[in-house]
């Protein structure tokens, strides 16, 4: 917070005084700072008109610039003050001056993560930094894994055979990370980046002309230098939602969501650059980086969820890691997985005149599994149709009731001659 104070108009908590060990009076590390003013800005967010929240993300990507322009490195770690700046710091602060050293990230540290040795930093690439992450949850459940799934009444050898697999996974993962990270993704020079740039952590007031100005940007725990990439995405409440409702609330909902979003890719574009616009367009397209960031940033898992996330992610983009462009689809997304169904579609010709024909859904008590619509429109797009989860549904709808209507048929012909025959 220190140097975000010192070096760039961003306005954060001053630190009045804070120590990093237990040795200190009350035995623990401890920070005294400001207390901001202001409102969260996920509490004022939904009251705001489409302009109001236009403004908020104009400030935010001002926010971005500021980081970009101002904080540059040459290498991914985290900001810590040199000894002399810390013998001084609440004298003259001003004049602080830091180094990138460590990266603290809880992988690196919690649950009994920290007696298993690792490099941690600072890192030449996103690279080096994740294959470091990986690296440690290998280590890490190659001692702890097995006892872990004995606690839950596994046997012994399916554990030890579960655990192996894992490594494996992980080895592959590893092994694969450079058909992951392009240049474009983990160029230098590298910039500070909020672990959690959410709004939350966003203060806001309000003027007397009702206008929603941000005052200060709180939560800098957990912060490191990262690239351009790490620093580029779209405010996670106006992201795309993996969702299928349908009702007028959630269309209306997302038609605004989708005009924030080009609202903010615009401005981006404007303060940062052309670069910037190509990534935000790539990041909805290719998802590995941000799946990475699930398995091994944003939080610890366990043995389960992690198996379960590697397997979802080996399944989206096979064993070579490569990008899966049908996967830029938020519902194929959703739904790509060995539950789909081969289903066999129809011509162009009859799948109109499936469209055509939607008042007759309701004058059947056929019912169409969600599973069995997500097959027939990830099947579609497969096939380079541009239908929607509605228009996939209508054709669903009488697929399944064809392929009913044959099973009916067939079944009332071999009892016929059974008939026949006695």
Same mark, same amino acid.
Request: glycine share 6%; net charge negative; proline share 5%.
């Given at each position: 917070m220190k140097y975000v104070a010192q070096n760039t108009n961003?306005?954060?908590?001053?630190?009045?005084?804070?120590?990093?060990?237990?040795?200190?009076?009350?035995?623990?590390?401890?920070?005294?700072?400001?207390?901001?003013?202001?409102?969260?800005?996920?509490?004022?967010?939904?009251?705001?008109t489409v302009e109001q929240k236009k403004c908020v993300l104009s400030q935010i990507v001002e926010t971005l610039f500021e980081l970009w322009t101002k904080c540059r490195f040459e290498e991914i770690g985290c900001l810590y003050m040199d000894e002399q700046s810390l013998s001084d710091s609440f004298i003259s602060s001003a004049t602080s001056t830091f180094r990138i050293g460590p990266v603290v990230n809880p992988l690196f540290y919690f649950e009994g993560r920290d007696s298993i040795p690792s490099f941690t930093g600072p890192f030449k690439s996103l690279q080096e930094f994740y294959g470091a992450l990986i690296q440690k949850e290998k280590e890490f459940f190659e001692i702890h894994g097995a006892q872990e799934l004995l606690g839950k009444k596994i046997d012994y050898g399916m554990a030890v055979t579960r655990v192996k697999n894992l490594v494996k996974q992980l080895d592959l993962l590893q092994s694969k990370l450079s058909n992951i990270f392009d240049e474009s993704a983990d160029q230098k020079p590298f910039t500070l980046v909020h672990s959690d740039f959410d709004a939350q952590n966003m203060l806001v007031e309000r003027s007397s002309t009702?206008?929603?100005?941000?005052?200060?940007?709180? #939560?800098?725990?957990?912060?490191?230098?990262g690239t351009l990439w790490d620093l580029c995405k779209y405010p996670i409440w106006i992201q795309e939602r993996d969702e299928l409702s349908t009702s007028d609330t959630n269309l209306q909902e997302n038609h605004e969501r989708q005009n924030l979003r080009d609202f903010f890719y615009d401005e981006m574009i404007v303060k940062l650059g052309n670069r910037v616009g190509q990534m935000l367009k790539m990041k909805e397209q290719d998802k590995r980086i941000d799946e990475l960031e699930n398995m091994f940033t944003f939080m610890i898992h366990k043995f389960d969820?992690?198996?379960?996330?590697?397997?979802?992610?080996?399944?989206?983009?096979?064993?070579?890691?490569?990008?899966?462009?049908?996967?830029?689809?938020?519902?194929?997304?959703?739904?790509w997985g060995p539950n789909l169904t081969k289903v066999q579609i129809p011509s162009e010709r009859i799948i109109?005149?499936?469209?055509?024909?939607? #008042?007759k859904l309701s004058d059947t008590e056929v019912k169409v599994p969600n599973h069995y619509v997500a097959s027939v429109y990830c099947e579609l797009k497969s096939r380079d149709y541009n239908f929607s989860w509605q228009q996939a549904s209508v054709i669903a709808f009488h697929m399944r009731n064809n392929e009913l209507s044959l099973k009916k048929n067939s079944a009332n012909k071999i009892i016929s001659l059974s008939k026949i025959e006695t």
């Open positions: 961003i306005r954060v908590p001053a630190v009045y005084d804070w120590n990093g060990t237990a040795q200190n009076p009350i035995k623990n590390p401890y920070i005294f700072m400001e207390r901001l003013p202001g409102q969260h800005l996920y509490r004022v967010w939904y009251e705001l009702n206008d929603i100005k941000i005052i200060g940007i709180i #939560d800098w725990e957990f912060s490191r230098t969820t992690l198996e379960g996330l590697l397997e979802h992610f080996f399944h989206h983009y096979g064993s070579e890691a490569k990008a899966n462009i049908k996967l830029a689809d938020p519902i194929m997304r959703l739904f109109n005149s499936y469209l055509l024909s939607v #008042d």
